[in-house]
């Protein structure tokens, strides 16, 4: 099948017409072609303006391989006006377009702070209320706990903390500053206020890998979607950030959402993809695709005993 062709299941997909929408898009089944059709079925044959599609991904390589091939299937300037991204980098956007709203200054890009920066701001202010002194912590404190407080991840049990909290938040506004931690929820804050929302014009929200969003970029997309349309692709048995608060749990419990299933596997043949059926049923994950080849059975599947993975190697 080339690369403009679509099956009767990616097709299905693709001109889905409900509001909204999970494709759970097993490995090897074609998920960025069938994400790059439905920006270009959306645009080129609904005739959404592309200022009103929001498409997010997991990185940055993976938005430009999306946009190349997007301008590959429709004109550059079709594509104007229409962001496709890390759901960070569209908040660090909206935040310095329209954060003046919440205080921060406007028309003045805001300065991104660095893991370093975010730990130095915190030993700063510490040192500063006389919870750090001489590199000793009182009040029962900690660089890790401290930091997880002011990161929203922590409980903030005292009145120390919540001092600290209130104090790092108001030193990164006075310095126009965010951290990758606060971008989220800073956005969101954003989004909460009146008329934020209909200033955006959003009508379609593309989440690529949905399964890697976490708690806190969950409950930013039910800020868009709805009013907007989602439309989301990923695979729970493809997860693998939970180390960095993925919730691939998350994926499926929106209100109404309908799931479409993309099954056939174009990467490889009937053994391996049978090989991985019978491990991943072992989960129990009544989401899962149970995939199907599509290509010819020509090689021969072994296995190898080690003791350990460089062994095998």
Known sequence: MSETELSGEQRAAVEATESQVLVVAGAGSGKTRVLTHRVAHLVDTLGIEPDRVLVLTYTRKAAAEMRARLIGMLDADRLEGMFIGTIHGWCLKILNEHGFRIGYRRGVPLTVHRENERSDLV???ATDLGYL???KWRQQLSMARCLAAVDGHGAI???ELATLVVECGARRMACNAIDYAHMISECRRLLDMG???DTLRLEHVVVDEVQDVNADQDRLLRRLAPPAHYYAVGDRRQAIYG???ARPDLMD???GLTVYQLADNYRSVARIVTAANQLMDASGDQLATHMAAVRAQFETLG????MNEMVAK
């Open 123 to 125: 030993q700063g202010v």
């Open 157 to 159: 049990d005292s009145t």
């Open 253 to 255: 419990t929106r209100p």
């Open 195 to 197: 008329g934020i929302r």
């Open 133 to 135: 002194r001489n590199g």
């Open 243 to 245: 180390f960095r608060g």
């Open 303 to 306: 296995t190898i005993d080690s």
